[in-house]
């Protein structure tokens, strides 16, 4: 073998290598961002499951109200949860336009990156609000339901209010807790190492 055929030997080898490197990124880079829009899946279902769900309360309040109204404590309570259900579908309907807008495959990792980021802040400033407003959400649910179910104006037996309002509040910050550890944060921690992965491999 002459030299001029060890070098057409060399080169197509590097030809063949740097295709082979090429293929692996582009599957590599694939891989992760399939992985990214799976984590992300969770949350745009959860909020379509809130949306609709609120919407089921607020139709189900609206009746309860409509069958009280001649007791206007009662409608009362019953137009402030229906205002809070309408103000969580409206946090889930932007939050849901904003998972949509997210460009897995076609945006540079820079502008994912800040585009998931954007997603995570909103996530976090609604979820302060919703906390803060829950008890006004849940305590009217509570004076509704044991009006219409059971017959009993807890507005009369306040200390029952008090026992059933704090021991509901408990049991579902715990579960609102636990749902948005495993659905937003661990899933937002772990789709923002797999995009910060893909910067340091690109930028190799």
Known sequence: MDLDEIKKAWSSFDENLAQNLRVD??????????????????PYTSEWIELIGGGIVAAAVLILSGRLIAEPKFFLVGLIAIIIAILYMRFSY??????????????????????????KRTVLRF??????????????LILLFSKTVNNVDLFVHLELLAVR????????????YLINRHLYDKRFTR??????????????
């Open 94 to 119: 932007i939050k849901i336009g904003l998972l949509k807008q997210i460009d897995y495959y076609g945006m540079p990792m820079v502008k994912l990156q800040a585009k998931v980021a954007h997603v």
């Open 165 to 176: 309002g704090m021991g509901y509040l408990a049991i579902t910050y715990l579960a609102v």
């Open 127 to 140: 979820r302060k609000i919703q906390m803060w407003l829950f008890p006004l959400y849940l305590l009217p």
């Open 25 to 42: 990124e582009e599957k590599l880079r694939k891989d992760s961002l399939e992985k990214t829009e799976d984590q992300m899946d969770y």
């Open 191 to 204: 789709v923002e190492k797999l995009i910060e992965r893909l910067k340091e491999f690109e930028k190799e």
